[in-house]
């Protein structure tokens, strides 16, 4: 075997421990959780809503469902190295930071609407830009399931943030869907939502008991 091969061997043996270690961190966090789903709602199927069971004829624990998935990608963002997650009350309003940058979680785009969208983004922006930091705005399920990086007045609702001053296109930004996994977690990205998805999957199965 030659120092390549062996090489190649070896890296894949600490990705595959590295990714085994998140994985057991997730269902940690899925196994905290899954008692406490279900209630009522009716809104546009997610991904996330599919794989625990709910359709567009039955859609029981809607609103429950996203109070604690809310509450579940926080937990499962700051296993990543890049996320460390903020106590309720910290000075920025924000979800999490890093050396860097403030981040905003959200889980659905179409929460999003209207002056209070503004007026919650533009005061947590604004403590980015005095303390020279970048923004990042988390939505993990976009419009029509989409994935995209794109600067924060993306939103209709935030165009006015142009207006801003200090803010930056570049610095600024908003992340959905797989995006989000493909910057908080490089290496696997794609493989972390297939785990969240089946952690939730087992979470319908546990709540049907």
């Given amino acids: 075997m030659n120092d390549n091969k062996a090489s190649i061997i070896i890296t894949n043996f600490f990705r595959n421990v590295l990714l085994k270690n998140q994985e057991k961190k997730i269902k940690k966090i899925f196994n905290k959780y899954k008692s406490k789903f279900y209630e009522n709602s009716r809104e546009l199927l997610t991904d996330y809503e599919k794989a625990f069971g709910f359709t567009n004829e039955n859609r029981t624990g809607n609103r429950k469902f996203s109070q604690i998935l809310g509450k579940i990608m926080e937990e499962i963002y700051n296993i990543s190295y890049r996320f460390t997650k903020l106590n309720e009350g910290d000075e920025s309003g924000c979800d999490g ?13 179409n929460t999003m609407k209207g002056s209070e969208a503004y007026s919650e983004i ?18 993990l399920t976009d419009r029509g399931n989409g994935n995209n990086i794109k600067s924060l007045h993306y939103f209709n609702s935030l165009k006015r943030i142009e207006n801003i001053e200090g803010y930056n296109r570049e610095r600024h930004l908003y992340l959905s869907g797989n995006k989000i996994f493909e910057f908080l977690f490089p290496t696997y990205n794609i493989l972390i939502k297939t785990i969240i998805l089946n952690n939730i999957s087992l979470c319908k199965i546990y709540n049907l008991k």
């Fill in 122 to 139: 533009s005061k947590k922006l604004l403590y980015s830009i005095k303390n020279n930091k970048n923004f990042y705005l988390f939505c």
């Fill in 97 to 109: 930071k890093n050396d860097n940058t403030f981040f905003e979680s959200k889980l659905k785009y």
